[in-house]
Nanobody, 124 residues
Framework: QVQLVESGGGLVQAGGSLTLSCAAS????????VGWFRQAPGKERECVAA????????YYADSVKGRFTISRDNAKNTVHLQMNTLKPEDTAVYYC?????????????????WGQGTQVTVSS
């Protein structure tokens, strides 16, 4: 397992942008797939983006496709989620998660390491 710490959340107006970062500990981070999940009050935690170990494979939920971009820097043990054209429905706690493996993973129960979450609030 790796330890994950998210940062970059905050309050932004609709149409604005935020970049979330996920910093990982552990020298083998480059062998992990990483996902960004979000959970709004009363809703299930959903995967919005995922990236494989090399950064060559990515996944986006339909609700964020074209607006969010996931990327990683294995030299710095970080994964970023660039969020543009934010909407009020993007309001949620955002979590990063990691799983050892070569693919992208989109199901919550596939991941075994989680960060503590960071709040993103988009005002209308």
């Amino acid at each position: 397992q790796v330890q994950l710490v998210e940062s970059g959340g905050g309050l932004v107006q609709a149409g604005g942008s935020l970049t979330l970062s996920c910093a990982a500990s552990g020298r083998t981070f480059s062998s992990y797939g990483v996902g960004w999940f979000r959970q709004a009050p009363g809703k299930e935690r959903e995967c919005v983006a995922a990236i494989n170990w090399s950064g060559g494979l990515t996944y986006y939920a339909d609700s964020v496709k074209g607006r969010f971009t996931i990327s990683r820097d294995n030299a710095k043990n970080t994964v970023h989620l660039q969020m543009n054209t934010l909407k009020p429905e993007d309001t949620a706690v955002y979590y990063c998660a990691a799983k050892s493996g070569i693919y992208t993973y989109t199901r919550r129960n596939e991941y075994d390491s989680w960060g503590q979450g960071t709040q993103v609030t988009v005002s209308s």
